[in-house]
């Protein structure tokens, strides 16, 4: 009996093992890093394949065919980025939102973007005072 529950031990600790490698190796295979705008034009990183965060400015997008053109900022630095990707781009891509481009950095100082994901935060935050509206009416 002995043996038996020592076999079955052993195989419950390779079983956990194994999934515990799993869960780990593909964390770190999700791990998202970004540098910022900033740290972009400072230098700061390696001109290569790059994920880069920050706000598109205002007024800086512009369509030419299959290319668009904007300026992702981040304080006072900002950077002419070309998106030349072949998916369209999501619906919250406008003036104002921060999105996360990645592609490559070129020397002549303009990013070369293959994909763009951006988020408008205000379209996902309630109204000031909304909540409060909500639970006076309720408990009326």
Sequence with gaps: MRGKHLKFAIGIGVIVAVVGWLAISGFEQNKTY????????????????????????????????GQVRFRLSQDAASVPVVYVGSDTLPDTFVGGSQAIIEGNYSADGVFQAEQVQAKCASKYQSAPGSMQKKVAQAGS
């Design 34 to 65: 970004y540098v910022t705008v900033s740290e972009l034009v400072s230098g700061k990183t390696a001109r290569q394949r790059i994920r880069v965060g920050g706000v598109v400015a205002d007024g800086s997008i512009e369509r030419h065919g």
